[in-house]
């Protein structure tokens, strides 16, 4: 679905990402994990075609970002940013509309099948109900879902996620990534998404890619990477592991005080 190729990011004189050969398949549930200004943003942007990279390229289908036009690249992957100005008294209904463009064609005006996409879209985000409002008068956590709506109704092979559960309450934390998990499962969507609760992320992903923030990454399958003492050394923090039942809990070990 989607590879990089030798790739490596920098950010100043900081080398972010060294050599970086990945590839995520269809169906697959990628999260990406790392500190703060350890690259996972600037890598996700780059996977976008928003960031030029420092050195190698990423190829979508096997065929490099910069030779798709740019009409083809947006029904290709979706993108969600991790954070957004919204300038313009636009409704949450028009705000998920917006998404549809790609296959407007030569087309203007969305027709109904537009609309009942991105009705359907606001439905399962569970904003229906805030379809007339103004995007400006919403909740940080309203509008994040107003936000992945529009992403389901851009309705992509590949979704690419900042931060999906950013600003979202608890129970709608579960429901979004549990909806990202099954559109991997059911429909063989493909997903990588940067986020920073180790449990969650374990919990609805099949792999992970580890960013040291020095150059150095690691990349496979949630059981052979989310492990205690590599998630340690990456997060630069002791992590603990506990079983409860099916679930696997990611906890930060405790650092005694003096």
Known sequence: MISTHHLSLTAGQRQLVTDLNWQV??????????????GKSTLMRTMAGLRAADDGHVALSGRPLADWPLDELARQR?????????????????????ARHPYHGNRYWEDSDDHAIALKSLQAMEVADLAARD?????????????????????????????PAN???????????????????????????????????????THALLLKGDGRWLAGAKAEV?????????????????????????????????
């Open 135 to 163: 995007v400006r008068t919403l909740s940080g956590g309203e509008r994040q879902r107003v936000a992945i709506a529009a992403m389901l109704a851009q309705d992509t092979p590949l979704l690419l996620l900042d931060e």
């Open 78 to 98: 979706a993108f969600l940013a991790q954070s957004r100005s919204d300038a313009f008294a636009y409704s949450v209904i028009e705000t998920v509309l917006s």
């Open 167 to 205: 600003a979202l309450d608890l129970a709608h934390q579960v429901s979004v990534m549990s909806i990202l998990a099954r559109l991997c499962r059911e429909q063989n969507k493909t997903a990588v998404m940067i986020g920073h609760d180790l449990t969650l992320a374990h919990s609805v992903s």
């Open 226 to 258: 989310m492990r205690a003492d590599l998630l340690s050394d990456y997060l630069g923090h002791p992590i603990e592991i506990l079983q409860h039942g099916q679930r696997s809990i990611f906890i930060p070990k405790e650092e005694s005080i003096a």
């Open 25 to 38: 398949r269809e169906g697959e549930c990628w999260s990406i994990i790392g500190r703060n200004g350890a």
